[in-house]
């Protein structure tokens, strides 16, 4: 593949409320908040924790009638999606789709983690996969 | 906390079946597959590839009436567990009991990913954490 995968970006995880969350996730794992926003047009408010080089991001929908939030009321709070970093987030959306995989994007577009993109479950046994392309100022990351 | 959690160890999904799962995540994401084990007692067939510095662990149920088993019956293939490696798992597990954590298991037991234990989703927003630290020969997973 031309553009590999390179390690877990994050691991994105739904949760009623960021604050009651840290008492477990920051409080008992003893994994550190870096990073607080808010996202209005997917509806959620996100809070990045750190772990290695990896990150949990909780997610919090903004509304019952947002995507998290369908999948609160629906599934309840639990593991959501799992993100691959790449250095080429194009070449690896194209690569996905030169193998007949499904998407939810047909391009990369702004997001959290970078430039991103989600391929679809139906896909990917189940498991909603997001690929991401960190910012250059968050290449740290 | 005495034992910090160092990294994502793997992320754990169910699926059908083993080979079929390749189809997606061994040649449409890249990954490769560095182990293949049977955990008898657990009722599984496990497929370890790796991401950067990470796993993903494929689970197939040797039984529908195993733990994976029925898991995947109720909520199909999917998404099942988060794993964070630790160079103590015995004080990471002392430091969750001491903040009231419910644990799965009272003490640590060789796994897959070393020696092993598992935190009760009910403590972790609906997540099924485990802490690995991995045996002397995987050290560098």
Known sequence: MSAPLTRIHH???????????YGFWRDCLGL???????????GVRAALLTVGDSEIELLEPLAPTSGIGKFLAKR?????????????VAGALAAARAKNVRLIDEQPRPGL????????????????????QPFPEDAHR
Chains 1, 2 share one sequence.
């Open 11 to 21: 691991v994105g995880v739904v949760v009623r409320n960021l604050e009651q969350a």
């Open 32 to 42: 550190p908040v870096h990073k607080v926003a808010t996202v209005e047009d997917q």
């Open 76 to 88: 309840g709070e639990g593991l959501h999606h799992l993100c691959y970093a790449t250095a080429d």
């Open 113 to 132: 983690a970078g430039m991103i993109c989600f391929l679809h479950p139906a896909s990917a046994h189940g498991v909603l996969i997001e690929y991401a």
